[in-house]
């Protein structure tokens, strides 16, 4: 099981620690509703490196980007479900509408976002490069998404 804090900040010496020579691989999103799609594409960000850091849209950061109905979970639900899954390694929060500065502070070997995201478009892309670092866009699951399935339940 992963581990969650909601402060980046505390992420920092864990992840030192466990990074050692190990590839960091880094991913967001907001993860309203986790489905197989989503699964599958942390299991898929996992395998790029040795661990997988997600970068969870906070409450308000998801009300902002996809509007007064969202998010369906909570923050502490969506991540004590990321955490839970053997492909996700730490989990944490952060509150703006993009991830820019929790990239600058992890500072991933490899950055990756689903394929719906050329890789010129990736939020920190620039900043991966500059270090040497990689950045992946990794294939999207068509069909499965959570605006898909509200809409449906509706």
Not at 71 to 78: F, H, K
Request: hydrophobic letters at 40%; proline letters at 3%; one cysteine or more.
């Amino acid at each position: 099981m992963g581990h969650f804090y909601l402060n980046s900040d505390d992420l920092i010496a864990p992840l030192k620690k466990a990074r050692q020579d190990k590839k960091v691989v880094f991913t967001n999103g907001c993860f309203d509703l986790l489905h197989i799609g989503h699964v599958r594409y942390l299991a898929e960000a996992r395998a790029q490196g040795d661990i997988l850091v997600v970068g969870l849209n906070s409450d308000s950061s998801v009300k902002r980007l996809k509007g007064e109905e969202r998010p369906l979970q909570s923050e502490a639900d969506r991540a004590e479900i990321l955490a839970s899954l053997v492909s996700v390694d730490f989990t944490t929060l952060f509150f703006e509408d993009t991830p820019e500065n929790l990239i600058h502070k992890i500072r991933p070997d490899i950055l990756v976002k689903g394929g719906d995201w050329p890789i010129d478009k990736i939020v920190g892309a620039q900043f991966v490069l500059s270090y040497g670092g990689d950045v992946r866009s990794l294939q999207f699951v068509h069909g499965r998404s959570t605006t898909l399935l509200v809409e449906k339940m509706k």
